[in-house]
């Protein structure tokens, strides 16, 4: 009974984490502050709730300075023959994002 009320409220969560990141990524241009209220406030509720954040979210938010990364307006994106994307945000944090993940079987 426990666990699946668990898991409701992690579902909650997700959602939640997902509508902050859209809205962040919307006013990303306009108010990068607000924007990275937004991001902060997501990742609190993914730290509070012990929400796994979905790779397209965490791919995309800067664990520097908590910027959306938007390619082209603030993060250049470069892809290397090392078999991974580096998306460099404009504080010089590098993300990388591997392409191959099946042999990550641990
Ligand atoms: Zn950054």
Do not use: W
Request: a positive charge; proline letters at 2%; one cysteine or more.
């Amino acid at each position: 009974m426990k666990n699946r009320s668990v898991k409701r409220i992690k579902k909650i969560a997700l959602e939640r984490i997902e509508i902050l990141f859209d809205e962040a990524k919307k006013i990303a241009k306009e108010d990068k502050k607000l924007s990275k209220k937004y991001v902060e406030r997501l990742l609190l509720i993914a730290r509070h709730y012990k929400v796994r954040l979905p790779k397209d979210i965490k791919n995309y938010i800067c664990k520097k300075c908590k910027n959306v990364l938007i390619p082209g307006f603030n993060a250049t994106v470069r892809v290397t023959h090392k078999g991974y994307v580096a998306i460099k945000c404009e504080c010089g944090e590098e993300k990388h994002i591997f392409l191959k993940q099946k042999s990550k079987n641990k």
